[in-house]
């Protein structure tokens, strides 16, 4: 059996939680392959909404397996808070979650050199969630991170010490202060800001990491698809924010594509069964960095408010605007993408006409429908087409027959244009709000 992918095609936030919940019980195996706990997968159902950090979105069903592959970089207090957070929901999680011991481990001062490098930039801040993601994947490729599997080592505490000791030199050399500067850090929850207190905890969560299931997932994850199980696979952040092909340097610092599934769970690209595309029918952002189709004025308001738009895992505000072709073109060619599913269409309810980022205009006067190599610097010039708004509630609509004939053409419109079907659009936060325009077919 293939493993089918799901993804978002934007600057994250496009709703692959809300996805990953609905289409779940296709599968017998969900295994998230990048990111950590700068991602915040939100799930609305039976009235209730939850916001998943590191564990993947299948957890709810029983009878899925769910895997943090090795790709993805873990906070054991993070994880430990999550997991306290669901015991409410009577999941067995010896049952079925399973934790990759090649997985990087995120330590109280990758959090602190996060906080220290966002400031030295200054203006220049890429926006980061401050939650330590960067220096643990710089700690992976300098060789010298530790993983899951090191703390069923006699020696963690040596080689835990022995890191510590090198992120206080880089911290040193920054100039950053202990005492005032842990004041920058806002999202260390219920944790005490006293690194003691911090690493205290950080210890006790690690014990609690410890009765688990930590797996070679490599083995696991080859010998479902050897045994014809169905896999899907969930990314975190978005594709304009992977670390090679999105708006660098304003990225995250994973592969957030197609490829990065199979170097984050350890399985052949011949593998690969279908890729779900997922988009916002319109367009956001958080932080800073390029966004052509932005728009700062009633339209961008109005969307924030009416699409509920802050981060899941910051609280910040996002940056609204219209839909871009040329970045979700991008996407889809670097993802082989099969199929798209359309999110946040009711977001869109009050709105007489939208608008479609078609191409951009650059500043030497080249109209063009492709990402400039420097998106950051380039001067662009959103290039928009106008097209008639629905104006209307979706609220109630459950067949995809019955959507506005405005709705409707927007779709033909995107699909002639992106030439990929757009298999699902969603309606509301809500599992149920969500129309299968054709079965999503498992390879």
Known sequence: MAVDILLGLQWGDEGKGKIVDFIAPKYDVVARFQGGPNAGHTLEFDGIKHVLHQIPSGIFHDNISNIIGNGVVLDPLIFKKEIEGLSKFNINFSKNLFISKKAQIIIPTHRLLDVAMEKAKGDSKIGSTLKGIGPTYQDKVARQGLRVGDILNPNFKERYNQLVANHKSILSFLNFSFDSDLEAIKDFGKYNFDFLEVEKDFFKAVEFLKTFNLVDSEY????????????????????????????????????????????GLGIAPKNIGKVFGIFKAYC?????????????????????????????T??????????????LKYAIMLNGVSNLLMMKADVLNEFEEIKVCTHYKLSNGELTDKLPYDVVEEHIEPIFKTIKGWNCSLSGISDASNLPLALKDYITYLEQELRVPITLVSVGPDRVETILREELAIV
């Open 284 to 312: 956001t952002r958080v932080g800073s960095g390029p966004f052509p189709s932005e728009l700062n004025d009633i339209d961008g308001e109005t969307l924030r408010k009416k699409g509920n738009e802050f981060g899941s």
């Open 220 to 263: 696991m994850i080859n010998d479902a698809i050897n045994n014809k199980k169905s896999i899907l696979a969930e990314g975190a952040q978005g594709s304009l924010l992977d670390i090679d092909f999105g708006s660098y340097p304003f990225v995250t610092s994973s592969n957030t594509m197609t490829a990065g599934a199979c170097t």
């Open 314 to 327: 910051t609280g910040r505000a996002r940056r609204c605007g219209w839909i871009d072709l040329p970045a």
